[in-house]
């Protein structure tokens, strides 16, 4: 069956499992790739991203917004920023999981493919990286960001600054396997 989005919404409010798996196939790739940019590791960008439809799901009968995709992508947002404060202090967010290729020849900024900025995301700390994926990319400011993070404003742009220039250092020395 060819499903458009509010005969979509509408079943999935009904519970319907065939609308929900529909659901799940057409949005599974971009709330994954946003899952990734928050953690490194695919095994946990899969179980956020599973855990978000399941709060999308259960949660769909409550929906009331004007666009369908921006309320299910503030789910996946905010379920990546629980797996965060949850984890914080757990060894895989203390740890980088990519290693500079120190040999790797130098790419012009405008090169830069989509896969590479995400790996050289994972490059960076996870504050950093929580910060810059939140202001720069999702769009919210400083003082959400630092509601949500509990941490200060302050830190908030300070995190930004020094994961705009870690980022632009990387770039320059190419330290990325791209």
């Keep these: ?12 409010m009904r519970q319907e499992e065939q609308a929900q798996m529909a659901l799940f196939q057409k949005y599974k790739g971009q709330f ?13 960008a899969e179980e956020v991203m599973m855990d978000a439809f399941i709060d999308i799901f259960k949660s ?16 996946v947002v905010h379920k ?3 797996y965060f404060r949850k984890h914080k202090n757990d060894p895989i967010f203390t740890e980088s999981e990519f290693l500079l290729d120190k040999q790797s020849k130098q790419t012009p900024v405008s090169k830069v493919e989509t896969d590479d900025l995400l790996q050289l995301l994972h490059c960076l700390p996870v ?3 929580m910060v810059f994926n939140l202001f720069v990319i ?4 400083h003082h959400e960001i630092a509601k949500q993070l509990g941490i200060s ?7 930004l600054l020094k994961a705009k ?11 990325y396997h791209g």
Excluded: H, P
């Excluded at 999702?138 to 400011?141: F, K, P």
């Design 32 to 44: 994954f790739t946003l899952c990734m940019r928050y953690v490194s590791k695919r095994e946990i």
């Design 80 to 82: 990546a920023i629980d």
């Design 165 to 175: 220039q870690k980022l632009q250092e990387l770039l320059e020395k190419g330290g």
């Design 153 to 159: 404003v302050s830190t908030s742009k300070t995190q």
């Design 138 to 141: 999702e769009g919210y400011q």
């Design 1 to 12: 069956m060819e499903w458009n989005q509010q005969q979509i919404i509408d079943a999935c």
């Design 127 to 129: 504050g950093y990286k």
């Design 60 to 75: 769909i009968k409550n929906y009331k917004e004007k666009s369908f995709e921006s309320w299910m992508k503030s789910i």
